[in-house]
């Protein structure tokens, strides 16, 4: 399976826990993203890795939320002390040459 | 910045008719894409069709294609000969420089 990965798929944790995501992009697709997608919506982006430097943070990454891209490779999104708001869909795309961005399968978390 | 308008929340069609989802845009780049997206209840964002702002013909995949009308900022969807699996969210985006910004989403139902 050549396209995007996401692990794990669903995440269930309690207020206050730190939960980590895996994203592993399409091999040679050299630009990351990461999205959340709340209920209703539609997904807002939230950071981006050319490569293993994270060029741009939207103001929705709080100091909770921390994401890495250590060998330009797979990436990690990581929250510290989750709250019930953190509750969403957390989306990764990686990008193509021709500027088309395909998306992984999600993670949803559910914060209780 | 950029945004997406979808004014539709919901759309209701017949199985085999065609359906035409509404998306309008603003934007102050000269170059841009936009894209369509479908969502089935799975979560997983599925990339549909891509139109280059430059793009002098409307793009066509398949049963897909895409309305550009640059003055009027319009970028619609047209659906042709719509079947019961084409029942999901479908979300229109514009991609500037970087980063996706998606509108709300309009959630299509195919009736038998």
């Known amino acids: 399976d050549t396209g995007v990965s996401q692990n794990p798929r669903h995440k269930i944790t309690k207020r206050g826990q730190n939960v980590t995501f895996r994203c592993d992009p399409i091999s040679e697709h050299n630009r990351l993203y990461w999205y959340r997608q709340t209920l209703g919506q539609g997904p807002e982006f939230l950071t981006y890795?050319?490569?293993?430097?994270?060029?741009?943070k939207s103001r929705l990454l709080s100091d909770r939320f921390s994401a890495e891209r250590p060998k330009g490779s797979f990436s990690t999104l990581e929250i510290q002390r989750t709250e019930q708001g953190d509750s969403a869909m957390y989306l990764c795309?990686?990008?193509?040459?021709?500027?088309?961005?395909?998306f992984g399968p999600g993670t949803r978390l559910t914060v209780l | 910045a950029q945004k997406i308008t979808q004014t539709q929340p919901g759309m209701f069609v017949q199985e085999k008719e065609a359906v035409t989802l509404d998306c309008t845009y603003d934007t102050s780049d000269q170059s841009y894409g936009l894209f369509w997206y479908k969502q089935p209840s799975s979560g997983e964002m599925i990339f549909l069709i891509y139109?280059?702002?430059?793009?002098?013909q409307n793009a066509t995949e398949g049963r897909y294609s895409l309305n550009f009308q640059k003055a009027r900022k319009s970028a619609n969807l047209v659906i042709s000969a719509s079947q019961l699996g084409d029942s999901a969210m479908y979300f229109c985006a514009i991609q500037g420089a970087q980063k996706l910004v998606f509108g709300q989403g309009t959630r299509l139902t195919i009736n038998p």
């Open positions: 795309a990686s990008l193509s040459r021709w500027s088309t961005q395909y």
């Open positions: 139109q280059g702002s430059y793009d002098e």
């Open positions: 890795f050319q490569n293993e430097a994270q060029l741009e």
